[in-house]
């Protein structure tokens, strides 16, 4: 039970990121003097945080099942099918919010939307074809993850390490600099880097709890890591290269790493009598997917009323405020408008 509830607890921190870094885009972008300010490289590298937990989480789930690949037919079914049909149902409402704003779009185009040939409509939907893609090969790589042990794991994963992320930071800073960046002929861009956090969340399974308990040097590699990618993009601001950290980066991959495993092994041991922080995850927890569908037509509207901006000074400190004020507000009308769909149904 305490293992189900500190999973809950990353899949609460992971949507709240998401709705973090898409708040923080959207005000920089109204905004633009805020991509100055050293909190919104803070925040815009603390929401980066949340892909990388959500697929970690999904393999920590997955790739120990042996029926995912057992009975294909009821996998596809239940995982697949379902969530191909609740994508079409999230494309479905943010295109008839953007028609509602008097957007136009061809029939023809949203044909190929549902059959993801074209551009997805808002800010987050870009993710979708990636994790479908995943659920489609998941049994593949599920089983062969089982049969390998940790060392041999470990000899696969090394290099994309190396070539996909590594090698990613080590040009990010060359270019800063104004040197050449490095050529990489080996490469694991595109759908590889998002593979990697899936097999990173099996291994963080199959790890020892002595291992995972080491808390007091997972968060000094959090500390330090994410310190590093913000002073790296903080200092390009000042370059003719401007950087902004993205899902292949080591520095990002390692912060997100050591965030996991805080996070379980700290939820695990010290969640006994909170029964209201409890709830609230698991609130988040359950909300996650309507977060997910709906944060980006709520803070659409709160940017297009420019709420909390209009009149007053802007300061690195009300675009704090403005931040935290938008995601708070973005998350209770989304619980809230899950509560009101659960009730309907209902009735």
Avoid at 204 to 224: C, D, H, N, P
Wanted: charged share 15%; glycine share 6%.
């Amino acid at each position: 039970m305490r293992r189900k509830y500190s999973l809950e607890c990353i899949r609460a921190v992971a949507i709240i990121m998401v709705v973090l870094v898409h708040v923080t885009e959207g005000i920089m972008i109204i905004y633009p003097e805020s991509k100055t300010y050293l909190l919104s490289v803070l925040f815009f590298t603390l929401g980066r945080l949340g892909v990388p937990l959500f697929l970690m989480l999904t393999g920590y789930l997955m790739l120990d099942r042996t029926d995912i690949y057992n009975d294909i037919k009821k996998y596809f079914k239940k995982y697949v099918f379902s969530l191909i049909i609740s994508t079409w149902m999230g494309i479905s409402v943010l295109l008839l919010y953007d028609i509602f704003k008097g957007v136009s779009y061809d029939w023809m185009n949203i044909i190929k939307m549902f059959f993801f040939l074209a551009k997805l409509p808002a800010i987050q939907t870009w993710y979708m074809p990636i994790i479908i893609g995943v659920y489609l090969i998941l049994p593949l790589i599920a089983k062969g993850f089982q049969v390998l042990n940790s060392r041999e794991l470990g000899m696969i994963l090394a290099p994309v390490f190396v070539y996909s992320f590594l090698v990613t930071d080590l040009n990010q800073m060359l270019l800063m600099n104004g040197m050449k960046p490095l050529t990489v002929s080996i490469t694991f861009d595109g759908v590889g880097s998002y593979l990697f956090y899936l097999l990173l969340g099996g291994c963080l399974k199959k790890l020892k709890e002595g291992a995972k308990r080491r808390q007091v040097y997972m968060s000094i590699v959090f500390t330090m890591t994410l310190t590093i990618l913000v002073w790296m993009q903080y200092y390009s601001l000042n370059t003719d290269y401007i950087f902004k950290v993205w899902y292949n980066s080591a520095l990002l991959c390692s912060a997100s790493v050591a965030m996991f495993i805080i996070i379980e092994a700290t939820i695990e041991r010290k969640t006994a009598g909170q029964t209201m922080r409890k709830r609230g995850i698991v609130l988040l927890d359950r909300g996650s997917v309507f977060i997910y569908w709906l944060h980006s037509i709520i803070l659409d509207i709160l940017l297009n009323q420019h709420f909390f901006f209009e009149n007053i000074s802007h300061s690195e400190w009300t675009f704090t405020f403005a931040v935290i004020g938008y995601c708070m507000i973005i998350v209770t009308v989304c619980l809230l408008l899950k509560q009101l769909t659960k009730y309907l149904i209902k009735r």
